[in-house]
């Protein structure tokens, strides 16, 4: 299995531009979690979804940002209109009931 | 999910057991202790986790303490591939999210 994929690796986008991040769990993972890193807050849980239903969106920011997950096999964070203080590393995991979360790589969000 | 206390940083000394403590002084009957891991970088990596018994997996020991107030994390034998952030997490069984806090910096020196 190819863990859990992010993409894009890195995007810097200006003020006021709309950010899509995107995520592929582990096929078979039922649970798909979205993380925000910065270095004053630490990793922050913005939102999980259970079998593609939001179960907490408490962690999100703002209406800014939204998630979405189609289907069992991709998820979107999205950003609109992105701020200088959205930049972070976002991550996404994956797991199965019991288990342990497995983490993407993340996205380098840079928001000029 | 209970809170957890650990030191900012470490050292250790590369081929050295490091010893990663932490406190979670709150922590309910039915919350198991989990250990993380994050290089720079990267996303975070699960280690190991254990409820009451101490715990050993190919990464690491877990020993938790009778009252399962604090717990520390065994690295047996240090590299330098280890230096990374690690994370003490108290959880409730599956099913409920959990938060990273601040975490120990461990360095192995070489």
């Not at chain 1, 910065?38 to 239903?53: A, D, K, P, S």
């Not at chain 1, 590393?89 to 993340?106: D, L, M």
């Not at chain 2, 034998?77 to 409920?96: E, F, K, M, Q």
């Amino acid at each position: 299995d190819a863990g859990v994929i992010q993409s894009p690796r890195h995007e810097v986008t200006e003020m006021g531009q709309e950010v899509t991040l995107r995520c592929k769990p582990i096929s078979g993972h039922n649970s798909l979690f979205w993380y925000r890193q910065t270095m004053m807050r630490g990793l922050e849980l913005l939102i999980y979804f259970n079998n593609n239903v939001p179960i907490d969106d408490s962690g999100m920011p703002e209406d800014r940002f939204s998630a979405k997950m189609p289907n069992a096999s991709f998820s979107t964070l999205k950003i609109q209109p992105s701020e200088p203080r959205d930049s972070a590393v976002y991550f996404c995991a994956s797991r199965t009931p019991g288990q342990e979360k497995y983490f993407g790589p993340g996205t380098r969000l840079t928001v000029t | 999910d209970a809170k957890t206390t650990q030191p900012p940083s470490m050292d250790c000394a590369e081929g050295r057991a490091a010893n990663l403590p932490c406190n979670h002084s709150t922590i309910s009957g039915n919350e198991y202790v989990y250990w993380y891991r994050q290089i720079h970088s990267q996303g975070p990596q699960y280690i190991i986790h254990g409820l009451k018994n101490n715990e050993t997996n190919e990464m690491a020991s877990l020993i938790i303490t009778e009252d399962r107030k604090s717990s520390t994390l065994i690295l047996p034998h240090a590299t330098l591939r280890d230096t990374a952030v690690y994370y003490c997490i108290v959880r409730v069984a599956p099913g409920n999210q959990f938060y990273f806090g601040t975490g120990t910096s461990l360095t192995v020196i070489p």
